[in-house]
């Protein structure tokens, strides 16, 4: 399957996509990564955020649920 959000949701379909989505979400950044910037004294951390968490639209409908809740 294809690295980008839009492929994963496309080819897996929204309960499948969401699943990988979430272990993907729950893996990606850890406390461990956030203690490891504060260490740094990094002050700035950018968030990007997909228009999709504003209004879900195509293969992203179901599949991208729980997005926002890990911002």
Do not use: Q
């Not at 989505?21 to 490891?36: K, P, Q, S, V």
């Not at 999709?52 to 179901?62: A, E, F, Q, V």
């Amino acid at each position: 399957v294809g690295s980008d959000c839009w492929t994963v949701c496309e080819a897996l379909g929204a309960t499948e996509g969401n699943k990988i989505m979430r272990a993907h979400w729950d893996a990606w950044l850890t406390e461990d990564h956030i203690r490891a910037l504060s260490e740094r004294e990094v002050e700035i951390v950018r968030l990007p955020i997909g228009d999709w968490t504003l209004k879900p639209y195509g293969p992203y409908i179901g599949c991208m649920d729980g997005a926002a809740e890990k911002i």
